[in-house]
């Protein structure tokens, strides 16, 4: 039976993968699921922020369920987050972000869009070195990193039905790494029946709200595709509604866009619904499209049915949501 780690992690990650697994376990999935953990939580009680026991769990696994993790507050140059630790060993070089808008009354602009950001190069080799009190950091592009990304984007975007790549990059000031990127982009759409164009990181920016509609599929490097995300879930409903799928070629990491929500922590009021849409994409990844669609079904119809976290103007906890979705499963 393919088997699937979950970790909760810290924060509101165990109350939104716990009540996401609650929903999970109803349905008749053939999956076996393997709690396991990492974060600060188990950093305290382990000494290790990532555990070489979960890494043994997880290679034993297809995909991995996760909430979120905290960093450490105080600064540490050594701390490597095991989110960051596992986008590399996994070699989890897509990150999928859909950007379009569940609840038409929480969004902010007319975007329907998806984010295919390159996950494991770009600012986020975390190789910095300090030389006489300037800090220098490696930043990585490479051709290979950057046509597997782009022929993922294609494979997205025709998977979700869109007609057009955008290329964001910064070439016009990192002429030689970002313009190796959008060189590699043009030749890889070359025949990929979809239409291609670019568009400079900033004035991506300011297009996401200014014209939306503009946007289809966008293919980015890791930073720009950090930042970016953040700001299309803001414009289409809100973090709380924003799943991402770290897909490498053997494993897939799927997670909520948001972190750990340490103010709201501990007392069941966050919302899963991200979290349960990364569950959809987790299916999707596991080819149990039946599973995925019945899922996102059920939870797009409770929330339209007005049952809702507080977040959303609701009166749900985060448990009575789970249960509000596990009660439409048998409906769709
Ligand atoms: C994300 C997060 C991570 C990132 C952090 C937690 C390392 O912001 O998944 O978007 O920067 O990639
Ligand atoms: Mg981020």
């Known amino acids: 039976m393919t088997r699937v780690a979950v970790i909760g992690g810290d924060g509101i990650g165990p109350e939104v993968v716990g009540a996401t697994m609650s929903i999970l376990e109803r349905m008749d999935l053939g999956l076996e699921f393997v709690e396991t953990e990492m974060g600060l939580a188990c950093f305290e009680r382990t000494g290790e922020y990532l555990p070489s026991k979960t890494l043994r769990t997880l290679e034993s696994c297809k995909a991995l369920l996760f909430g979120a993790i905290t960093s450490p507050v105080t600064f540490d140059p050594c701390y490597s987050s095991p989110l960051l630790q596992l986008r590399k060993h996994f070699d989890l070089y897509a990150n999928i972000r859909p950007c379009f808008p569940i609840l038409q009354e929480h969004k902010l602009v007319?975007?329907?869009?998806?984010?295919?950001?390159?996950?494991?190069?770009?600012?986020?080799?975390?190789?910095?070195?300090?030389?006489?009190?300037?800090?220098?950091?490696?930043?990585?592009?490479?051709?290979?990193?950057?046509?597997?990304?782009?022929?993922?984007?294609?494979?997205?975007a025709k998977v979700m039905g869109f007609d057009k790549i955008t290329c964001v990059h910064k070439a016009n000031v990192l002429r030689r790494s970002d313009g190796l990127f959008r060189g590699v982009?043009?030749?890889?759409?070359?025949?990929?029946?979809?239409?291609?164009?670019?568009?400079?990181?900033?004035?991506?920016?300011?297009?996401?709200?200014?014209?939306?509609?503009?946007?289809?599929?966008?293919?980015?490097?890791?930073?720009?595709?950090?930042?970016?995300?953040?700001?299309?879930?803001?414009?289409?409903?809100?973090?709380?509604?924003?799943?991402?799928?770290?897909?490498?070629?053997?494993?897939?990491?799927?997670?909520?866009?948001?972190?750990?929500?340490?103010?709201?922590?501990?007392?069941?009021?966050?919302?899963?619904?991200?979290?349960?849409?990364?569950?959809?994409?987790?299916?999707?990844?596991?080819?149990?499209?039946?599973?995925?669609?019945?899922?996102?079904?059920?939870?797009?119809?409770?929330?339209?049915?007005g049952d809702r976290t507080r977040d959303l103007g609701g009166r749900l906890g985060t448990r009575e949501f789970a249960d509000k979705v596990a009660e439409r499963l048998t409906r769709q």
């Open 185 to 305: 982009f043009y030749d890889v759409m070359r025949d990929s029946g979809l239409q291609a164009d670019d568009m400079i990181v900033d004035a991506a920016a300011a297009a996401l709200i200014s014209k939306p509609k503009y946007f289809q599929c966008i293919v980015t490097l890791n930073l720009y595709g950090d930042i970016l995300s953040d700001e299309a879930a803001a414009l289409t409903g809100g973090l709380g509604m924003a799943p991402s799928a770290n897909l490498g070629d053997n494993f897939g990491l799927f997670e909520p866009v948001h972190g750990s929500g340490l103010d709201i922590a501990g007392k069941n009021v966050a919302n899963p619904s991200a979290t349960i849409l990364s569950a959809c994409l987790m299916l999707e990844f596991l080819k149990k499209m039946d599973a995925a669609s019945t899922l996102q079904s059920a939870l797009v119809q409770t929330l339209t049915e």
């Open 110 to 156: 007319d975007l329907n869009a998806v984010i295919v950001r390159e996950n494991t190069e770009g600012m986020y080799t975390c190789r910095e070195r300090e030389d006489d009190g300037t800090v220098i950091l490696e930043r990585v592009v490479s051709e290979k990193g950057c046509r597997r990304i782009v022929v993922k984007a294609i494979k997205v």
